[in-house]
């Protein structure tokens, strides 16, 4: 079982920067894949950005050239910094972990408001 604990939300004004982190604990050998979804009120759940263990990224086209995704694997945590915000990305952001397309874990959750 892997455990996923986030920090890093809050309120940002538009243009503004926030970084996420995600640090994963126990059965992390069995995940080869971190990454974010996020949701907001009245939407769907959806893919943000993943990393692989080897490093490979991908990202929604909402959010290319603006959020980078990255991870160390010392520290067993995948890290999302966020720049030039806007309203829409407002949302709660959940960092998961899990082999390709198979989601093992959810973290908990974090509050993203990014105000116009």
């Known amino acids: 079982q892997v455990q996923l604990v986030e920090s890093g939300g809050g309120l940002v004004q538009a243009g503004g920067s926030l970084r996420l982190s995600c640090r994963a604990s126990?059965?992390?050998?069995?995940?080869?894949?971190m990454g974010w979804y996020r949701q907001a009120p009245g939407k769907q759940r959806e893919l943000v950005a993943s990393?692989?263990?080897?490093?490979?990224?991908n990202y929604a086209d909402s959010v290319k050239g603006r959020f980078t995704i990255s991870r160390d694997n010392a520290k067993n945590t995948v890290y999302l910094q966020m720049n030039s915000l806007k309203p829409e990305d407002t949302a709660v952001y959940y960092c998961?972990?899990?082999?390709?397309?198979?989601?093992?874990?959810w973290g908990q959750g974090t509050q993203v408001t990014v105000s116009s």
């Open positions: 990393i692989t263990r080897g490093g490979s990224t």
């Open positions: 998961y972990g899990g082999v390709g397309v198979v989601i093992f874990s």
């Open positions: 126990g059965s992390i050998f069995s995940i080869n894949a």
